[in-house]
């Protein structure tokens, strides 16, 4: 990929393949629709409300008009603009350090599966992924001052971002600490300047309260679980027993590896990514940043024909996957399985879910009703048949939308005990989506078998 005629060829192929995913909504994490509400607000209003703990505010900034004028079509199609834009950074980083399979170290990333389903998404990981990898070719270039500017936009983005400071500052050598302290400082500063909106708004506290309640209520059992299904399925587990084998094969070159300085950053990276995902282990995607140095590591230890299957492998893993679990997020059991791939399934997800918000809005439900159904702004964000409800919202402390086929028919996430027996006081029927009804139940404490609460299909 050293000639520009490759690069362009890449890209060109990289940018048909995203079509599909161009269309059918912001995603199926209900997280990019809630990015969508945040920019109707900030648009309509002037009033930045932060979408999820603890902000985004940056990433939110900088979609509210695309979103706003453009809808979802354009939204993702700016995140796979700046995923192009990555590739060519991550190309320039690795020819740099001449580091050897470039043409397959390029190639495995830009089809990566984790990063293919996320490039062509109204979320901001890719967006993080390309602020980090302009970091560190910023510092290559000795240019310190824009690199902590950089950073610091990229934290804004996602804070957890600014964690790579650390790593980074591997690249410093003893006569630049006086640029490593500029570096820093402008991270930090920028960071800080991003987050001011966040500060400011009126419903951080709430929000932070609500999170902080959510993640003390999950038992060490669970998070581990999670933790571990989600490592193993960030890549598939055809990929891992790939990777595994090789590495394996290749033993005698690990230790040898952390010689260089390309291979400490990016085992800093990776430990620090790692580390950051056992405290928040929330998405499989808060494993991207950790991708791109990954790849490097496997391409210094693998020779040619090992990288060569690693990046076959775990390129089919978009189109299949093969598991040996049912692959339930709320109750994983033994039971092998063929799936459909990450990429695959994301095309499928969305316009399942596309179909299926259309039909819980039109359910046919009595007056006076509330309904858990386990979604947020995915539900009733631009749903002809349901509106946002910010007043039961704000009582409930979860997202709310109110039907508009009927007297007092309400949709929200879901229900605590206190709140369920405050709702049956106040004379409500009480109402569960069906196809949640596992996670709601997790989620919520209480079974709706001993509650007497009534699925709808």
Known sequence: MKSRSSLLLLLAVVALTRIPLLFGGYGSDGDAWRIAHTAQQLWNDGIYSVSRFPGFPFYELLQTPVIMLGGSFASNLITLIIFLISIVLFRNIILRWNLPNTDLLLICYSFLPILWKNSAVTMDYIWG?????????????????????????????????????????????????????????????????????????????????????????????????????????????????????ILLLNRRLLLPLFRSTISR??????????????????????????????????????????????????????????????????????AFNVQQGFVVKEYHERRRMEKQRIQLAQASLPDSSFVMIGMGPIFWYDNPYVIWDQNMEKEFRQDCARSLRGKEIYFIYALKKPQLDLLRQRGYTVYYWSEMERYLETFIGYSFTDEHIQPIQ
């Not at 001052?145 to 591997?170: D, N, Q």
């Not at 800080?192 to 400011?200: E, N, Q, S, T």
């Not at 492998?313 to 709320?330: A, E, K």
Request: charged share 15%.
């Open 129 to 245: 992924l390309a602020g980090i990898l302009g970091t560190i070719l910023l510092l290559l270039k000795k240019r310190f001052l824009i690199a902590g500017i950089v950073l610091g936009l990229t934290a804004g983005t996602r804070l957890s971002y600014i964690a790579l400071l650390f790593p980074l500052l591997i690249l410093f050598d003893d006569a630049e600490r006086k640029y490593m302290r500029q570096f820093i400082l402008w991270s930090i500063v920028t960071t800080i300047l991003c987050y001011l909106p966040v500060l400011f708004s009126n419903d951080i506290a709430g929000i932070t309260q609500e999170y902080m309640t959510r993640t003390r209520s999950i038992s060490l059992a669970q998070k581990s679980g999670a933790i571990l299904y989600r490592i193993v399925f960030s890549l598939g587990l055809l990929g891992w027993c790939t990777i595994g084998v």
């Open 265 to 334: 950053l990016s085992f800093a990276v990776v430990v620090t990514t790692a580390i950051l995902f056992v405290l928040i282990p929330d998405e499989r995607e808060y494993l991207i940043p950790a991708m791109p140095f990954f790849l490097i590591l496997l391409s210094q230890i693998a020779n040619r024909i090992h990288f060569a299957v690693i990046t076959v492998v775990v390129i089919s893993y978009g189109f299949i996957s093969l598991d040996v679990t049912n692959h339930d997020p709320v109750n994983p059991k033994p």
